[in-house]
């Protein structure tokens, strides 16, 4: 049976150009230590689609909305409050070492935090600043038209488009340098770099991933590694920027919209050496399993209910806004913004504590670089991974890093923890 984003789930909702973007502001309401400097940067409107689930199956949808990806300039909070203590991290060692468990031991909670896009330097130096805090790596997928600019966006053509055409905005060629910057910053500080594709084309912008085939699949996946790879040619650069990220690192993907077919989509993972996904959601948290065909692994998202609700939804950034705030920031109130915030930061803890006394399977939270609802989202993945990452039997690593903690299990003790009931509710 193929694996298909459900449309009683989500539909797209892709952002427009960056020229339509408001001024933004990295948000402040954790303090983080010193703040950083501001360098050229680059909004990061790559959205996924914004409907949910009720606790019953029945949908409410976002709709095709080009507004949902205009982040707004949030207001500035009146003030900024401390970030939660942070849970011992001083005694855990830097970086992880995966190591295979012993009779009777029960396996350690991961938690895996990624960003779509990850185009935006304040964005970046946010999260960089929080590494310095706790241990705590991420993932983030990167949109392959970051590697363009408006002057080169020619040299990308997405399958069934026209030249120079997506559904994200283009770079301007000074905030080049800057992302690849950013990109190897934070390849050097240990986190993991996938892909996002490159156009962002979704059900809003047809053909997108809903309609391609598996050739379509594997000329934009063609296209993204040509487009890393030949950065510097591509754009005229200069031989002293150089982005240090080959192409035998990149190891997954998320679909821009969640959108996709796995009988189409997994072929083409596999010829380009990809080995997980993280586009198709499932119900409740549970172990991640291999496709039977190409062996990818299938780290889906969540569908779980909001904090104090029976209201079951993908646990991704857009998806809450859209719950909260239909995906506008119209008018929100900077107290509504920290009550929608404080939300959504009591469900990733009500899944962490039903995760870590149940079935231990790892966490799954999918973001973006925004600024929505005044920051609500940034601030309750930044104040969660703040009060968790460094507890003990706790590990906020990349997909990568789980993957090899898997593959070096006996395989009927993976085998087990894959067939325990997926945890759907807080205890």
Known sequence: MSVATSATLLLSACSGPLKDLAPVTVTNNVTIGAPTKAGGATSDPSIPGGGTSSSDGSSSSAGNSSSAGNTGKPSSPAGSSTA???????????????????AGEKPPQFIIVSFDGVGWHEKWQYWFDIMQKVPFH?????????????ATKDKYQGPGHGVGKASIGWNEPSDLPVEIADLNKSLAAGNEIGTHFNGHFCS???????????DDWNNELDQFFALVKNVNGNNNLPSS??????????????????????????????????????????????????????????????EFPMHGTSHY???MDYNFYYTQRQASSNGVTPEQSKSDSAQVQATYQDMYNVAFNGNRAPLV????????????????????VLANCGKPNTYCVPFRDVISWMNVQDPARLAQLQAQDPQEKAG
């Open 138 to 150: 991420f993932t983030g997928f990167l949109s392959g038209t970051y590697m363009l600019s408006t």
């Open 365 to 384: 939270l999918g973001n973006h670089f925004n600024s929505w609802n005044n920051n609500a989202y940034s601030d309750a993945i930044g104040n969660f």
């Open 84 to 102: 939660p203590a942070t849970s011992g991290a001083a005694g855990q060692a830097e970086g992880f070492k995966p190591t295979k468990l012993k």
């Open 313 to 315: 939804q993908i646990t």
């Open 204 to 214: 809003d912008n047809v053909p997108g991933g809903n309609d391609w085939n598996n």
């Open 241 to 302: 920027t150089k982005l240090n990220l080959p192409a035998s690192e990149i190891k997954g993907e998320r679909t821009p919209c969640l959108e996709g077919h796995s009988e189409d989509l997994f072929p083409a993972l596999k010829a380009h050496g990809i080995t997980y996904d993280s586009s198709f959601t499932r119900r409740g948290i549970s172990w991640p399993t291999q496709s039977k065909d190409n062996k990818i692994w299938q780290f889906g998202m969540a």
